[in-house]
C-alpha cells in the first residue's frame, strides 16, 4: 500500500508540473543538439582544415628556399599586416586595388547588413570615429529596423495569410486548420523559390567562382542572419556594373528578410504549432487564480493586527492592474476575424 501511494504521488507531481518537465527535456534536447552539430563540424571540416595548413606551410618553405635573402621573421612581418588588412575589407593584390569598400552603394551594403544583424565581417570601420558611429547607429537602427518589419509583416499578413484563409474556409467550408497548413506550404514554396532557388541560379551566373551550391549557401546565411561572410557578392575585380549590383543586392536582402519573417509569422499563426509551443511554456495566470490569490491574501491580512497593515486610505495602489491586451487587426484570433 506505501507504494502505491509513493506511485501515485509521483504521478501526480509529475502531472502537476508537465511544463517544467517539458522544458527541462527542451533543454537537454537543444544542448545535444549542439553537441551534435559540434561533433559532426569538426569530423567533416578538421580533415580540411588540417589539408589547408600543410599546404600553406609548403608554399611557405618553398618561398624561402627560393628566396634565401629574405629572412622568415621578416616575411612572418609582412604576413601578418597582410591579413591584418584583409580582415578590414582591404587586399593588397592588384587586382583588388580598382575596388573601394566605402564609397556610396558599398557603404549602403554595409549600413543594411548592420542593421539587419547580418554583419558578413568582410568590411569593418577603419577609423574610431567610424567604431564609435556605427555603436551608436545600431543602437538607434537596429530597434528601428525591428519596427519597420514588424509594421511591414504584419500589413503584409493581412493580404498573404488571414485573407486567403478566410476566403477559402468561407468559400469551400474546409477546416480553417487544414487550409492554413495548405497555405503555409504553399507559401514557404513560393519563398523558397523566389528567394533562394532563381537568386542561386542569378548568383551563379554573375559570380564566376560560385557553383550553385555556393550561391544558394549564400541566400540562407544572409536570409537567416547568419552573415558568415566567406561569400560576398560583387567583390571581384572585374565586376562590371559594381554600384548597380551592391544596390540591387541591398534590395534583395531587405525583401528577402521580409519575406522570411512573413513565411515564419504564417507559420507560427498555425493551431499545430501554437499547441507544440504550449507545451513548453508557462501557463498565463487566469482571472479565477486571480482572484483566489486576493481573497487569500484578503484572510491572511485579516487575521493580523490592525496596526500592522495599512488601511484602505493610506494605500491608494491596486494589486492588480489590467493591462489592455494587444490584438491583431483581425481580433483575437486573425484567422477567424
Given at each position: 500500500m506505501?507504494?502505491?501511494?509513493t506511485g501515485n504521488?509521483?504521478v501526480?507531481?509529475?502531472q502537476?508540473n508537465k511544463?517544467a518537465?517539458?522544458?527541462m527535456?527542451?533543454?537537454l534536447?537543444?544542448?545535444?543538439?549542439?553537441?551534435f552539430?559540434?561533433?559532426?563540424?569538426?569530423s567533416?571540416?578538421?580533415?580540411?582544415e588540417?589539408?589547408?595548413r600543410?599546404?600553406l606551410?609548403g608554399?611557405?618553405?618553398?618561398f624561402?628556399?627560393?628566396?634565401?635573402?629574405?629572412?622568415?621573421?621578416?616575411?612572418e612581418?609582412?604576413?601578418?599586416k597582410?591579413l591584418?588588412a584583409?580582415?578590414?575589407g582591404?587586399?593588397?593584390l592588384n587586382?583588388?586595388?580598382?575596388?573601394?569598400n566605402?564609397?556610396?552603394?558599398?557603404?549602403?551594403?554595409?549600413?543594411s547588413?548592420v542593421l539587419?544583424t547580418t554583419?558578413?565581417g568582410?568590411?569593418?570601420p577603419?577609423s574610431?570615429?567610424?567604431k564609435?558611429?556605427c555603436i551608436?547607429?545600431?543602437v538607434i537602427?537596429?530597434?528601428?529596423?525591428?519596427?519597420?518589419?514588424?509594421?511591414?509583416?504584419?500589413?503584409?499578413m493581412?493580404?498573404s495569410?488571414?485573407?486567403?484563409?478566410m476566403?477559402?474556409h468561407?468559400?469551400?467550408?474546409?477546416?480553417?486548420p487544414l487550409?492554413a497548413?495548405?497555405?503555409?506550404?504553399?507559401l514557404?514554396?513560393v519563398?523558397?523559390?523566389?528567394?533562394?532557388?532563381?537568386?542561386?541560379?542569378?548568383?551563379?551566373?554573375?559570380e564566376e567562382?560560385?557553383n550553385?551550391l555556393?550561391s544558394f549557401?549564400?541566400c540562407f546565411?544572409?536570409?537567416?542572419?547568419i552573415?558568415?561572410?566567406?561569400y560576398?557578392p560583387?567583390?571581384?575585380?572585374n565586376?562590371r556594373?559594381?554600384e548597380?549590383?551592391?544596390?540591387g543586392?541591398?534590395v534583395y536582402?531587405l525583401?528577402g528578410l521580409?519575406?522570411?519573417?512573413?513565411?515564419?509569422?504564417?507559420f507560427?499563426e498555425l493551431?499545430?504549432l501554437?499547441?507544440l509551443?504550449?507545451?513548453?511554456?508557462l501557463?498565463?495566470?487566469?482571472?479565477?487564480?486571480r482572484?483566489?490569490?486576493m481573497?487569500h491574501?484578503?484572510l491572511?491580512?485579516?487575521?493580523?493586527?490592525?496596526?500592522?497593515?495599512n488601511s484602505?486610505?493610506?494605500?491608494?495602489?491596486?494589486?492588480f492592474?489590467?493591462?489592455p491586451?494587444?490584438t491583431s487587426?483581425?481580433g483575437?484570433?486573425?484567422?477567424i476575424k
Amino acid at each position: 500500500m506505501l507504494q502505491s501511494l509513493t506511485g501515485n504521488s509521483c504521478v501526480r507531481l509529475i502531472q502537476s508540473n508537465k511544463s517544467a518537465w517539458y522544458f527541462m527535456f527542451l533543454v537537454l534536447g537543444y544542448v545535444l543538439y549542439l553537441i551534435f552539430g559540434a561533433v559532426v563540424f569538426s569530423s567533416v571540416e578538421l580533415p580540411y582544415e588540417d589539408l589547408l595548413r600543410q599546404r600553406l606551410r609548403g608554399i611557405k618553405r618553398q618561398f624561402l628556399q627560393e628566396h634565401e635573402c629574405l629572412s622568415e621573421e621578416r616575411l612572418e612581418m609582412f604576413l601578418s599586416k597582410a591579413l591584418e588588412a584583409s580582415n578590414y575589407g582591404v587586399s593588397i593584390l592588384n587586382n583588388a586595388s580598382a575596388s573601394w569598400n566605402w564609397d556610396f552603394t558599398s557603404s549602403l551594403f554595409f549600413a543594411s547588413t548592420v542593421l539587419s544583424t547580418t554583419g558578413y565581417g568582410h568590411t569593418a570601420p577603419l577609423s574610431d570615429g567610424g567604431k564609435a558611429f556605427c555603436i551608436i547607429y545600431s543602437v538607434i537602427g537596429i530597434p528601428f529596423t525591428l519596427l519597420f518589419l514588424t509594421a511591414v509583416v504584419q500589413r503584409i499578413m493581412v493580404y498573404s495569410t488571414w485573407r486567403p484563409i478566410m476566403y477559402v474556409h468561407t468559400r469551400w467550408g474546409l477546416s480553417k486548420p487544414l487550409v492554413a497548413l495548405v497555405h503555409a506550404t504553399l507559401l514557404a514554396v513560393v519563398a523558397v523559390s523566389c528567394f533562394f532557388l532563381i537568386p542561386a541560379a542569378i548568383f551563379s551566373a554573375l559570380e564566376e567562382n560560385w557553383n550553385f551550391l555556393e550561391s544558394f549557401y549564400f541566400c540562407f546565411i544572409s536570409l537567416s542572419t547568419i552573415g558568415l561572410g566567406d561569400y560576398v557578392p560583387g567583390e571581384a575585380f572585374n565586376q562590371r556594373f559594381r554600384e548597380l549590383y551592391k544596390l540591387g543586392i541591398t534590395v534583395y536582402l531587405l525583401l528577402g528578410l521580409i519575406a522570411m519573417l512573413v513565411v515564419l509569422e504564417t507559420f507560427c499563426e498555425l493551431q499545430q504549432l501554437k499547441q507544440l509551443r504550449k507545451m513548453f511554456y508557462l501557463k498565463k495566470e487566469k482571472p479565477q487564480d486571480r482572484l483566489s490569490i486576493m481573497e487569500h491574501d484578503h484572510l491572511a491580512f485579516s487575521s493580523m493586527p490592525d496596526g500592522t497593515i495599512n488601511s484602505p486610505q493610506e494605500d491608494k495602489t491596486e494589486p492588480f492592474v489590467d493591462f489592455p491586451v494587444l490584438t491583431s487587426p483581425g481580433g483575437d484570433d486573425p484567422m477567424i476575424k
